[in-house]
């Protein structure tokens, strides 16, 4: 995928930003506020195409599931185990936005439902063998 095709890509999600789908609401800021600050992020997403790439790169390297795994961990938490996945892997630059992962696991037809009130959101990824999980610490 060249890095036109991921901004038209991107197109087709139109909530999607650098926080996830959309950005968390918070109550102190205003309507116009919130407005800027999705605008900003939903820009700033035309710039995470490496991220994009490298969330690939973890992603096809799990065992999916058929339905949306709750118990997996959420987009947010998944984006930090692509990052450590990286940097094991000797990528230097292994920072992830959540909104490039996201985008990573549409274009590669992972099912997403995103979390109430939330820009996270949870997909459909196995459970982890414990070998897995174990295989990750460093003893």
Known sequence: MTETDYLN????????????????????????????????????????????????????????????NKKRGTTYVIKHEAEHWLAEHGVRDNYIREGAFIAAALYLGFKF?????????????????KYDYLASFRF
């Not at 700033?44 to 390297?61: A, M």
């Open 9 to 68: 890509f991107i197109q087709r999600y139109p909530k999607l930003t650098t926080h996830g789908m959309g950005v968390q609401e918070i109550s102190y800021n205003t309507p116009a506020e919130r407005k800027a600050v999705f605008s900003k992020a939903r820009k700033d997403l035309e710039t995470c195409y490496g991220q994009f790439l490298n969330s690939i790169g973890y992603l096809r390297s799990l065992r999916r599931r058929p339905t949306v």
């Open 113 to 129: 439902e995103q979390l109430p009130d939330s820009s996270t959101g949870i997909l459909n990824i196995a459970n982890r063998k």
